[in-house]
C-alpha cells in the first residue's frame, strides 16, 4: 500500500459527486443539489482532499503527482451511518419467523426472544465476544460504502455491560478504517430487574449510568415512548444527560405521536431519530429547530409496519433528513446504506438526489461531523467511494447486489474491487 502522506490524484473518473456547498445541514430544495463534476478528479494528501475539480484542470495544475486510475467510477463522499446498534450478541432468527407467522411482539417477547434475547445474550459476552461479533459487520459496511458510522450501546442496561459494550465501540473505532462515535443508551429500556420500580431504574441512569460513561460517550440516547419512557421521564433523564456533557439523540415519535420531535427541539437535540409517527407540531419544529431528522425506513420495511416517516411533508417543509441503517438483530438487520437508500426511494417517495444528501453531508451532521466528512471539498477527510455504475442517479435503482468498486479511508484504499484490502 503507498504512503497517503506523498499525495496522489485519482481521476478518469466519469462524475465527482461532490455534495459541496452551505456547511449547514441542506434543507427542502438544496438536498436536491449535489454538485456533481463530470470527469473529476480528487488531489489527496495527508489523508485529506488538497482539491476537487475537472480532471484537465488538476492534471494541468498537479504534473508531477502520482496518478491513479479511477476507471471510469462515479465518485461519492463515503456515507455516514448515523444510527446504530452495532455492538450486540446473539441472533435473532425466531423472532423473524414468529413474526412472519403472525405471532405478536408480546408473545415473541413471553417465548423468550425480542430486545431482551438480546440482552441476555449481550451480558454473558465477554469484551472479545463483542468485538470479535462486530469486526464483520464493520467489513460489511466498510465494504458497501459507508467510512464512519454512530454506535450504541444499550443491550447491558447496567453498569457493566453498558460499559463493555462502550469500550467494545472504542476498540473497534481504534481497529477498523471505519470511524465510529458512540453513544449511550443506557436508557433503550427498562431492565427486568426493574420492571416494578421504573423510577429507580431513572435514578440509576442519573446518578450512575450517565456520570460513569460519560468518558466513553459524547451522545446520550433514550426510548421516548409511553410505554418504554414517556415525553416527561425522557426530558428528565436528557436534562440530566446535558449536565453531564453529552449531546443528546432521541428514538422519537416511532411507534405512537409523544411529541419526541418537539421535545428534540426543546433540548436542543443533535437528531431526532425514526418520527413514523411525528405530528404536525414536530414537523414543524424541526423545520426551524437544528436537530436532524434522522430516518430509519429500513425497520418499518423490514417489520411490515405501516408507521413510515412522511418524509415527502419533512422535506418539503425544511426539515434536514438524514438516513440511517438502524442496524441491529432485531428490528433491522442490515449494514448496506445502499439497500436504506432503495428502500426510502420506493417507500418515502425521496429522489435519488435527496437519498444521496441524506446519506452523506446531512447524516455527518446527524453525529456533529459535518465540518470534517459527508462532502468532498479541500480541507475534509479523503473518505470517498468508487462506484461501478454508469451514474449517480443509478445509484439507488439496483439494490440487493454490492455495486461499490474501491473505498478510500482517509486516502488509503481500504476496498478493492469489492473487497477489503487488509491491512
Ligand atoms: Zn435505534
Known amino acids: 500500500m503507498s504512503d497517503p502522506s506523498v499525495g496522489f490524484i485519482i481521476h478518469n473518473l466519469k462524475q465527482v459527486v461532490t455534495l459541496a456547498g452551505s456547511s449547514l445541514p441542506r434543507r427542502g430544495k438544496e438536498m436536491s443539489e449535489l454538485a456533481v463534476i463530470e470527469d473529476g478528479a480528487i488531489v489527496v494528501a495527508n489523508g485529506k482532499i488538497a482539491e476537487v475539480g475537472s480532471e484537465a484542470d488538476l492534471l494541468a495544475q498537479f504534473p508531477n503527482s502520482r496518478r491513479v486510475d479511477g476507471q471510469g467510477a462515479v465518485c461519492l463522499p463515503g456515507f455516514v451511518d448515523p444510527h446504530t446498534h452495532l455492538p450486540f450478541y446473539g441472533t435473532r432468527e425466531n423472532d423473524f419467523e414468529a413474526r412472519i407467522l403472525g405471532k405478536s411482539y408480546a408473545e415473541i417477547a413471553l ?54 459494550q462502550l469500550l467494545a465501540i472504542k476498540e473497534l473505532d481504534e481497529v477498523h478504517p471505519v470511524d465510529l462515535v458512540a453513544t449511550n443508551l443506557a436508557a433503550h429500556e427498562v431492565p427486568d430487574e426493574y420492571r416494578e420500580d421504573k423510577e429507580a431504574y431513572i435514578r440509576l441512569l442519573c446518578d450512575k449510568l450517565l456520570p460513569e460513561l460519560k468518558e466513553l460517550a459524547q451522545f446520550c440516547d433514550i426510548f421516548c415512548e409511553d410505554h418504554v419512557y414517556s415525553a416527561k421521564e425522557s426530558r428528565r433523564i436528557l436534562s440530566r444527560a446535558k449536565e453531564h456533557g453529552y449531546q443528546i439523540k432521541i428514538h422519537a415519535d416511532e411507534i405512537e405521536s409523544v411529541g419526541g420531535a418537539e421535545l428534540a427541539c426543546e433540548l436542543g437535540a443533535v437528531s431526532a431519530d425514526h418520527l413514523g409517527r411525528i405530528s404536525e407540531a414536530g414537523i414543524k419544529g424541526l423545520a426551524s429547530c437544528e436537530t436532524i431528522a434522522v430516518l430509519l425506513p429500513g425497520t418499518t420495511f423490514y417489520l411490515n409496519l405501516p408507521n413510515k416517516a412522511p418524509a415527502r411533508k419533512m422535506i418539503e417543509a425544511g426539515v434536514a433528513v438524514a438516513l440511517a441503517t438502524d442496524l441491529n438483530p432485531g428490528s433491522c438487520l442490515t449494514e448496506s446504506m445502499p439497500a436504506i437508500l432503495t428502500i426510502a426511494c420506493a417507500d418515502l417517495r425521496m429522489t435519488p438526489g435527496e437519498v444521496i444528501t441524506a446519506a452523506t453531508i446531512n447524516a455527518a451532521h446527524a453525529v456533529g461531523m459535518g465540518d470534517s466528512r459527508g462532502s468532498l471539498e479541500r480541507g475534509k477527510w479523503a473518505d470517498f467511494v468508487l462506484w461501478d455504475i454508469p451514474h449517480w442517479r443509478y445509484l439507488p435503482t439496483h439494490f440487493g447486489v454490492n455495486l461499490v468498486k474501491d473505498v478510500y479511508k482517509k486516502g488509503r484504499r481500504v476496498v478493492q474491487d469489492g473487497r477489503r484490502v487488509s491491512s
Not at 137 to 142: A, F, H, Y
Not at 153 to 160: F, P, Q, R, T
Open 111 to 164: 417465548a423468550g426472544g425480542g430486545i431482551r434475547s438480546t440482552m441476555r445474550a449481550t451480558r454473558k459476552a465477554s469484551l472479545d465476544d463483542l468485538v470479535t461479533a462486530a469486526k464483520p459487520r464493520l467489513d460489511r459496511m466498510l465494504c458497501s460504502g459507508t467510512t464512519t458510522a454512530e454506535a450504541k450501546s444499550g443491550y447491558g442496561l447496567n453498569l457493566e455491560t453498558e460499559r463493555r
